[in-house]
Structures are given as structure tokens and as C-alpha cells.
């Protein structure tokens, strides 16, 4: 699945239709990798917050920080104990504008850049937990939901993010939402994304130019 996100500038208040108290400014990138700093939305204290969180999910018992994953499988959220609280109390969303996957293909692997339509922003379910660090000192990490691609979609990739529209983001995000509801998050399967190859920039994340999702053949869309 994914590793690397694209977040360009976007209004969350106007995505989600609702007040969002900014805790921390946006962070944005064409290139973005796990261990990165990024912007994630969740509750806290009755207000939705955009908040900076590490991109690894490291919950405060973990020894081996290195091992901390990024990717959650859908599947183990509610049984795993690693996950489970933050299943039940710490769901987060990030808010992007694409992501990559790379395709198998003859000489190796080619990296694909998955968007909507006019690159609009879209919502990616995760889970957020706290890790402390000294006596009153911590820092919030994440990692994000993967799920099996929907046909289309896995043309290029078996495993991708979970997608959500604003109104399931919504959903995902109140701390009121019961189990059920949850689970029927967790098998949706997307029919809006489209995807379009890009350079082999990408593969070094160094790159941070918008050279790096400039594509560099026609767009797949879905028909």
C-alpha cells in the first residue's frame, strides 16, 4: 500500500462544512513519507482540531520505534490490541490531495499517482495514539487504514487507503459513532479515484518539487 502522500493547500472548514480550531498550520508536501510530521483532524475537548501528529503509530508501551507501523490493516483494528483502544476513542483523518503506488511492470516497478477528479482534496481514515517522553511531555503519532482495492483500483494496487466522503469522515470521526457503524466504514470500496503515472522523481524523497506529480502520460480513468 501507499507510503507517500501528496497534501497541497485546501480549506478543512470548507471540506467538511464544519468549524475546525487550528492547533498547528497546515502541513503540505508533494512527497510526504512516514516519520514525516503531518496534519491530521480529530476530536478533542467537544471541538474538531487540526493538530500535527507523527506519521508512525507508536502507542506509549512500544520499545522498538523503528518497527512502529504507518499502514493499519482494516482487519486487526478491532480485535489487535494494539489498536483497539484508539479503534474505539483516537480515530483521526488525514485530509490529502493524492497519494502513490508503484505497478509492477517489465523493467521493475512505476510509480502512479492516485487523485480525484481536478485533484480535489479527499479524507483518509487513521488512528492516532500518545506516546510519552518525559513527566508531563509527549508526542501524538498515526497511521493510516489500509483496505482491499476495489477492482479498478487494484489494476494497480491490492491494498490502498481507506477513502472517505465528508460525511463519512464525519461519522468516522465522532465519538459517538457505535461499532457497527464503524465496521461499515471499514468495507467501503471506493468508485471516484482516478490515477496517471508520474517520473521516477518520486522514488527519492529528497524530491519535494511539484515536478514529482506532474504526469507523464494521459490520466486512467475509471469507465
Known sequence: MSGRLIVTPYSAEQELGKPIVQMNPLRTGFNLIPTNTLSILRWQDKHLTQDDAFWSFTPGWMKQLNEAPYILRSEKLATS????????????????????????????????????????????????????????????????????????????????????????????????TEDSNLMELLSLKDDELEAYPVSQLVNDPANQSNLVISPIADRLIRK
Open 81 to 176: 490490541p494494539m489498536y483497539q483502544e484508539s479503534f474505539k476513542k483516537q480515530r483521526c483523518i488525514v485530509i490529502v490531495t493524492g497519494y502513490y503506488v508503484w505497478v509492477a511492470v517489465n523493467r521493475g516497478k512505476h510509480p502512479f499517482a492516485i487523485r480525484r477528479p481536478h485533484n480535489r482534496p479527499f479524507f483518509l481514515a487513521g488512528l492516532w495514539t500518545r506516546y510519552p517522553v518525559a513527566p508531563g511531555r509527549a508526542y501524538d503519532s498515526f497511521g493510516l487504514i489500509s483496505v482491499d482495492a476495489d477492482p479498478w483500483l487494484a489494476k494497480l494496487a491490492t491494498r490502498v487507503p481507506l477513502k472517505l466522503t465528508a460525511s463519512q469522515a464525519l461519522e468516522w470521526l465522532n465519538p459517538k
